[in-house]
């Protein structure tokens, strides 16, 4: 394990000055690299507030904490479960059952590693999908992941519901698209290039909520070694640490760790930003387990808030490209990933199988990583 922390990039200077200075192309810069270097970063975003986070979480403390028949109302399976809640034992880490992807945690150094997912299916973790998408303009060809909201059945959650959920997703969903604009001058792209191309994704704030009364013993897997599917995904502070991510120009793992203070945000890099750029930038592997921080925190919070459920709650959006959206490699990118590969190669560092990204509608795509994960038949 290692104690390298993550690039922090400052949203609020490319907010203040002109995107064509000197300081904002370099913060720019240094977007890029990051998500090009690590698959992630730190964003540093003073418009977010600690309190909307916390109203949020405590908001999903409680909707997980209903008993489970309240929580099986609003699962909706008939739609992939793209809306509503998914509850725990559901979802398999497609690395489980994916053969390139056991390659490449073999081919990390053993103290790298992440916990054993073979034995592993599925996670014990629930979740929710609120969508936060604009409606597209012309019909789209993928009407089953633009399905409706789902509102929680009970009374007590429900007059809270949607304007918590809007506020925080919201939230996100600006410092994500304002990354993206960053991250796309860092490349050497026009500024709303992604953010276009996702004008009408699916995105979705989507927490998910572990019990650490039932899951809560060290070394348990609440979420396996995967990457996001979407194109970046973005965090608020969790209240619980055991979120690892994997820098992929070193194969080491880090266990995420936010400044003590102040208005951060962990945004990482997913599967259409790998496509989009030929490879340039990879998908970042994470995975989600009870280590020996979680269990202080644990101890923690079971003194200071006893009344409060015993829940681990990511605060997680998946921003995603439209889904009519033709996906296919950037040239420059693509060229410039190829450039960085035989670079790689001489210094015989190439250590994974370097897979095709042909082109296919982003629909296309995410229906083929949900088949995957067994969320859609
Ligand atoms: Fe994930």
Not at 243 to 258: D, E, Q, Y
Not at 266 to 288: D, P, R
Not at 340 to 369: S, W
Request: aromatic letters at 8%.
């Amino acid at each position: 394990m290692t104690d390298v922390v993550l690039p922090i990039v400052d949203l609020d200077l490319f907010l203040s000055q002109s995107p064509q200075s000197e300081v904002v192309q370099r913060e720019c810069k240094k977007a890029a690299d990051a998500l090009i270097n690590y698959g992630a970063l730190l964003l540093h975003d003073s418009r977010v507030s600690e309190d909307d986070n916390d109203i949020f979480l405590d908001l999903m403390e409680d909707y997980f904490a209903q008993p489970e028949q309240d929580l099986k109302r609003d699962e909706r399976p008939e739609l992939g479960y793209q809306v509503g809640v998914t509850l725990e034992n559901t979802e398999k880490p497609k690395c489980a059952v994916d053969e390139p992807c056991l390659q490449i945690i073999a081919k990390l150094a053993p103290s790298e590693r992440p916990l054993d997912i073979t034995a592993h299916s599925p996670d014990p973790k629930c979740r929710f999908f609120w969508k936060m998408s604009e409606k597209p303009p012309y019909e789209t060809q993928f009407p089953g992941l633009n399905a409706a909201n789902v509102v929680p059945q009970s009374e007590s959650i429900q007059i809270r519901w949607t304007a918590v959920m809007e506020k925080w997703g919201q939230s996100m969903k600006n410092a994500v698209e304002n990354l993206g604009e960053m991250a796309a001058i860092g490349l050497g792209l026009p500024q709303e290039t992604f953010r276009e191309a996702g004008r009408y994704g699916p995105h979705l704030l989507a927490p998910t909520a572990s019990d650490l009364n039932k899951y809560g013993k060290q070394d348990t897997i609440l979420a396996g070694f995967h990457t996001d599917l979407n194109f970046l995904t973005i965090h608020g502070r969790s209240r619980f640490p055991g979120l690892n991510i994997w820098a992929r120009n070193t194969g080491k793992r880090i266990p995420v760790r936010f400044p003590a203070t102040g208005r951060y945000l962990l945004v990482q890099a997913g599967k259409q930003l790998e496509h989009l750029t030929g490879g340039l930038i990879k998908a970042g592997f994470h995975e989600v387990v009870v280590n020996e921080a979680t269990l202080d925190t644990v101890a923690k919070r079971k003194s200071s808030f006893p009344e409060r459920p015993l829940i681990r709650i990511s605060s997680t959006f998946f921003w995603h490209l439209s889904s009519d959206y033709d996906l296919a490699p950037i040239p420059l990118l693509r060229h410039q990933a190829l450039a960085t590969k035989t670079q790689a190669r001489h210094l015989g560092r190439l250590d994974e199988v370097e897979p095709i990204y042909e082109p296919m509608k982003v629909g296309q795509q995410v229906q083929n990583e949900l088949k995957h994960i067994a969320l859609m038949a």
